[in-house]
């Protein structure tokens, strides 16, 4: 039995996720230094437990793509870990294990959302990276669809920025923890202390 037919884009609008599982064995989740650190604070995890940076073979990812982070040999983007052909967090029921406190790419997944000059949304696609085994008897508002395209362009746009004072460094070195510092967040558990005091006050607050 397929998916639901879609006749114009405001069916999307009734989408309803069946938790097929599918988008989080089939897609690498990039991130940005707001989602490392919510992940941080709501999990206890150090960052060395569930990221991974992928070097330019192991990702398709455009060469002038701003989330290429330039390293001492190499370049590379931050994105969750993975095992077993699937996202580190993807529980045994195929259930994500932080929910609460997942990236912001995954929670506007699986939309393409068209946003009009004056912030309204004015157009609605899916996306094709992975198959989605989606229902049309569910509800998503306008309203919710525009927050968070917002809340992932912001945090996107904050992230590039800091991530160009990165690679344009010229002195200090170019590792992993490094990385990490230069955004006041932790690698291992040793750091990550001093990194949760500093960040506790700007935790988003959209719902």
């Not at 650190?37 to 990812?61: C, S, Y």
């Not at 190499?74 to 929910?99: S, V």
């Not at 306008?142 to 927050?147: G, I, N, P, Q, S």
């Amino acid at each position: 039995m397929g998916t639901p037919a879609v006749k114009n884009w405001q069916d999307w609008l009734k989408f309803r996720c069946t938790g097929c599982g599918n988008c989080c064995k089939e897609t690498i989740v990039m991130l940005t230094d707001h989602d490392v650190r919510r992940i941080v604070d709501g999990t206890g995890m150090a960052p060395r437990q569930f990221v991974r940076f992928f070097a330019e073979d192991e990702i398709k990812l455009a060469k002038r793509h701003p989330f290429w982070i330039h390293f001492t040999n190499r370049r590379a983007t931050m994105a969750l870990r993975w095992g077993r052909d699937r996202c580190f967090f993807l529980g045994e029921e195929d259930r994500c294990t932080i929910y609460n406190d997942r990236p912001v790419a995954c929670r506007e997944h699986p939309f393409n959302i068209d946003i009009s000059d004056t912030g309204a949304v004015q157009g609605l696609s899916i996306s094709k990276v992975s198959e989605c085994l989606y229902e049309l008897d569910g509800k998503v508002t306008k309203r919710e669809l525009a927050a968070v395209c917002r809340w992932n362009e912001n945090e996107s746009e904050e992230y590039q920025e800091r991530l160009k004072g990165w690679n344009r460094r010229r002195k200090g070195p170019r590792t992993r923890t490094a990385f990490m510092r230069f955004f006041d967040l932790p690698w291992d558990s040793s750091d990550r202390k001093s990194s949760l005091q500093k960040s506790s006050a700007a935790a988003p607050s959209f719902a």
